[in-house]
C-alpha cells in the first residue's frame, strides 16, 4: 500500500468492517459513549483473551462495579469469580483493584488523559494507554495491537518488527485523520479475513493494494 492509496483503503475498510462484528473496547465506546474508566478497565481484561470472552466477562465485572471507587472496594476473590475465564484472570483480579487505588489516589478516581501518565499504571502498555485516549477521550492515538502490526506490515505500508515500533512509524506517515479508525478498522479485518495465517486473500476487498508481505499459504 502506497502513501497515495491510503484514502481509497480506508474508505474501503470503513464500508467492510460494518459487516463484521465490532472489536470489544469499540463495542463498549458505542454502547456506554465516551467512558475512560470503562475504556481502561475492558482493555486490562481483554489482553491476550478472545473479544466474546472479554465481553461478558466485562459485563459481569461492570454489574457489580462501574467506577474506580466501588470497584476498588471489591474483594479480589469477587473479581476473580466475574471475569473467569478470561486470560491470566488472576493476576487481572489484582491488578484492577491496584490501578483503582491509585486513580483514587493521585487522580481523583478520574483515569488520565495524557499517555505518558496513563504508562504509569500497572500493567498499562501502549496498547491500552491509545486506547483509552482514543475511545475513553476521542483524543487522537494510534492502538497497535498483533492485527494493527501484522496488517500494516503486511500491506507493505511500514517496515517494522515490534507492534512499538509500528506505532511510531504509524505516528510519522499516516493522516491524523484516520488515526482513530485505523486500529478499530484492522483489528476487525484481521479478525476475520486477513488472518495471522492463511488469509483470506480471495475476500479481501483491499487486495490490489496488498503487497502481501510474508503470506505464503492462503485462501
Known sequence: MQQKDVPAVMKILETEVKKLPLPIVSEYAIKE????????ISTVLSLRTKDSTTSKATDRLFALADNAKDMQKLPIKKIEEAIYPVGFYI????????????LLEKFNGIVPDEIDVLLTLPGVGRKTANLVLTQGYG?????????????????????????????????KKLPTEYWIPYNDYLVAWGQNICKPI??????????????????????
Do not use: Q, W
Open 91 to 102: 493476576t487481572k483480579a489484582k491488578r484492577i483493584p491496584e490501578i483503582c487505588s491509585i
Open 198 to 219: 492463511s488469509p483470506f486473500c480471495s475476500k479481501c476487498a483491499v487486495f490490489n493494494y496488498c503487497d502481501r508481505v510474508g503470506v505464503g499459504k492462503s485462501r
Open 139 to 171: 483524543k487522537l492515538g494510534i492502538c497497535v495491537d498483533t492485527h494493527v502490526h501484522r496488517i500494516s506490515n503486511r500491506l507493505g505500508y511500514v517496515k517494522t518488527k515490534m507492534p512499538d515500533e509500528t506505532e511510531f512509524a504509524l505516528r
Open 33 to 40: 459513549g465516551r467512558n475512560p474508566f470503562k475504556a481502561l
